[in-house]
Each structure stands twice: as C-alpha cells, then as structure tokens.
C-alpha cells in the first residue's frame, strides 16, 4: 500500500535552532500534505494543509513564522520549526493525501519526536 | 465547522469481550468520511475503518465494524473479541469531502485497556 515516510523518528535541538521534518510520500504524488501537533495524552491538532507549489494554509492560533511549512514537490512536504523553545516540544505526524480522491485515501507519517533542550 | 465528539476519556475491557467506542460528528457537508485510527505508544497512527456518508451499508474490518447511525450523526467502533494488544488510543475522525482541503479532523480520543 502506499507509504507516507518521516523524518527524524526523533530530534533534540537546544533552545533557540531551528530544525527541519521531512515527509514525504514514496509511491504517490501528494497533492495535499497535513501537520498535525499531538501534546502528550491530548489528540492530533491540525496545524497547517500544505499544497505543491502553493502557500501553506494555516489554522488559527499557528504562528507562521514560527511554523514553516515548504511543499516544494509532488512527494515532499517540510515542516520547520524555527527558533525552537521547550514548549514547543512535541509529536509532530504528517498524513499525505493524492488528491481529490476516494476519501479514505490519506495515509499517515510515522511521526516524529521533537524535545527542545 | 465540522467537529467530532468523544465523550469516553478511557474505557476498560476484559479480554474476548466486546467493546464500543462512542463517537458523534457534527457537519454541514452531505458528503464526508469517517475514520477510527488506533495509536499505540509508539505514536503512529494506525487505520482501523472508514466509512463513507453515501455507504448504506456499515463498514466491518475483521474485529472491527462501524456502527453508522446517520440521522444520529454518530459512528461508533465495535472492535470484537478484545485482545490484550488492542489496548492503545482510539481517535474517530473526519473528513468533508467537498470542502477545498478535504482536512482530517480528530475527536479527543478514547483510551482503551484490556484487562486479562
């Protein structure tokens, strides 16, 4: 079946860098990319839909300048977190859908850990 | 705004029993899709079933079936015959299919525990 890979698994950064995620789909050309933020014991919270070629979409109460997103290709999306701080520590998961498809077609990251130091 | 609802913070089954897992939705949209995902501590997100709002008839994925009740806007998890490795998170979601994005948006959760 298709496959959505991220990456790192896990990240620690100091306080203050800024590190990137990759995700990326490796069978399908994702026309459309999901991030989600997961604090522990809480659920996925969407924080952007990242379109090929287009500028993210942001959900209200995301900093875009904080949260950079690059969907710079069919099978790419980046999420950057800049200038990272303890709170922003966190499960990061993307899912990746092919368009405008069946709607059971999006398909999920394996996530990636993220604590800031 | 669509918007799911979980109103069971956390349930506890014993093993080979049934279980259910509530979940409501609330939409505009006439044409959308349902998802129950279980998350292990691992943190990836494992697709159980899907059910689409035109689909007459309710999904049923081995141990798991949806209990697709429309008029009621709610979509329950029947997972079957409970084993000690179903225990983990359950997230029921949903997706506007006519929307521009098609966004996958998540309930609160149930967590489960199956007990020997």
């Known amino acids: 079946g298709a496959v959505v890979s991220q990456h790192p698994s896990r990240v620690i950064c100091k306080s203050g860098t800024s590190v990137k995620i990759e995700c990326r789909s490796l069978?399908?050309?994702?026309?459309?990319m999901f991030w989600y933020r997961q604090f522990p014991k809480q659920s996925l919270m969407l924080m952007a839909t990242?379109?090929?070629?287009?500028?993210?979409?942001?959900e209200q109460g995301v900093e875009k300048d904080k949260f950079l997103i690059n969907h710079a290709s069919l099978t790419l999306s980046t999420l950057t977190v800049t200038s990272a701080h303890p709170e922003d520590s966190s499960f990061y998961i993307c899912?990746?859908?092919?368009?405008?498809?069946?709607?059971?077609?999006?398909?999920f990251g394996e996530g990636s850990w993220l604590t800031v130091v | 705004a669509q918007k799911i609802t979980q109103t069971q913070p956390g349930m506890f089954v014993q093993e080979k029993e049934a279980v259910t897992l509530d979940c409501t939705y609330d939409?505009?949209?006439?044409?959308?899709?349902l998802f129950w995902y279980k998350q292990p501590s691992s943190g990836e997100m494992i697709f159980l079933i899907y059910?689409?709002?035109?689909?007459?008839q309710n999904a049923t994925e081995g141990r798991y079936s949806l209990n697709f009740q429309k008029a009621r806007k709610s979509a329950n998890l029947v997972i079957s015959a409970s084993q000690l490795g179903d225990s983990a998170m359950y997230f029921c979601?949903?997706?506007?299919?006519?929307?521009?994005?098609?966004?996958?948006?998540f309930g609160t959760g149930t967590r489960l525990l199956v007990s020997p």
């Open positions: 899912s990746a859908s092919p368009g405008q498809g069946d709607g059971n077609t999006i398909y």
């Open positions: 069978d399908f050309q994702a026309t459309t």
């Open positions: 990242s379109n090929e070629g287009s500028k993210a979409t942001y």
């Open positions: 939409t505009s949209d006439q044409s959308y899709g």
């Open positions: 059910q689409g709002s035109y689909d007459e």
């Open positions: 979601a949903m997706r506007e299919l006519n929307t521009g994005f098609q966004k996958l948006v």
